[in-house]
């Protein structure tokens, strides 16, 4: 890890991101920990002072371009580099198609979607001039594989996941390398987050009617049932987080310049069931194993 010095992580208030930014600390790598409400980072600055890690927590929100050039300016002046950028800030919005709004649509992929685009943007001439750096950026199992009820957290994750192959080719002559880091379903504070369509009808401005909300119900209502349990017996977000320095520490010695890592037994099958199955079989698999 000796040729990496300077590390921005986003979404660092809580758990992976949480994790991540003390991880690379630990290791004596300079870590700007990065959240919208600062007011969040005191537990990471108490955990700081207390084994003296290298973090400084910033107040960034990935969804205002003015607000990621200036923090990403401001680390630039002061230690003239970033070596290692982790993009994680991101939310689950889960619902049916029909009954989002594109105004939620249009969150979902601006926090999940532009937000690592923005981050990357700003990252990469810096990167390009030193000729180094490794961009992560998190997505999930969700972003190979369809999952019932979450259309649209899905697209802006195969989104990020596209993005990610592609811009390896740009950078591979810089010596940027790219990483994917694809986790299952991790007990972190994802569900607390979790966004669910608005009660209010976006054209009449109205309090929708609740015994006839969605013509999607049963399908959600049968994800959710398998979700949920699924969520408390999951590994911590440290268990991503060693990947993500596994990942940067492989990057750092190889040639190559593409990365992708799944995360959790859960990933793993359900990357290897989209890779071996037909589609036919994948969809039944699925079906079977989330809404059965």
């Known amino acids: 890890m000796v040729k990496a ?6 979404g660092s208030s809580s758990g992976i991101g949480f994790e991540t930014s003390l991880a690379l600390a630990r290791k004596r790598i300079d870590t700007f920990a990065t959240m919208r409400t600062p007011q969040k980072g005191d537990t990471i600055k108490k955990i700081a002072k207390e084994e003296n890690l290298p973090i400084t927590v910033l107040k960034m929100d990935v969804n205002n371009d003015d607000s990621v050039r200036k923090v990403v300016k401001e680390i630039v002046d002061k230690v003239n580099r970033i070596d290692i950028l982790v ?5 689950g919005l889960f619902g049916a198609l029909e009954d989002l709004t594109t105004k939620e649509i249009r969150n979902q992929f601006e926090t999940n979607y532009f937000g690592a685009v923005r981050a990357i943007k700003e990252v ?3 990167m ?5 750096g490794v961009i992560i950026n998190v997505t999930s199992i969700a972003g190979v594989v369809g999952i019932p009820g979450e259309c649209i957290y899905c697209s802006s994750k195969f989104a990020l996941e596209g993005l990610s192959e592609s811009i390896s080719y740009e950078l591979q002559p810089y010596g940027i390398k790219v990483i994917l880091i694809e986790p299952g379903v991790i007990n972190s504070n994802f569900i607390p987050n979790i966004k669910f369509p608005s009660l209010i009808d976006e054209k009449s401005g109205r309090l929708r009617n609740n015994t006839s909300f969605s013509h999607y119900s049963e399908t959600i209502n049968a994800f959710l049932s398998h979700y949920y349990p699924l969520m408390k017996n999951a590994p911590s977000p440290t268990l991503v987080s060693k990947k993500i320095l596994e990942s940067v520490k492989i990057a750092l010695s190889s040639p190559q310049c593409f990365f992708r890592y799944t995360v959790g037994e859960d990933s793993k099958s359900l990357a290897t069931a989209k890779r071996d199955m037909s589609d036919f079989q994948l969809h039944d698999f ?3 194993r989330m809404l059965g």
């Open 5 to 10: 010095s300077i590390a921005l992580v986003t």
């Open 87 to 91: 993009n994680n800030a991101g939310y």
């Open 124 to 126: 990469l001439p810096t």
């Open 128 to 132: 390009r001039k030193q000729r180094r």
């Open 286 to 288: 699925i079906t079977k």
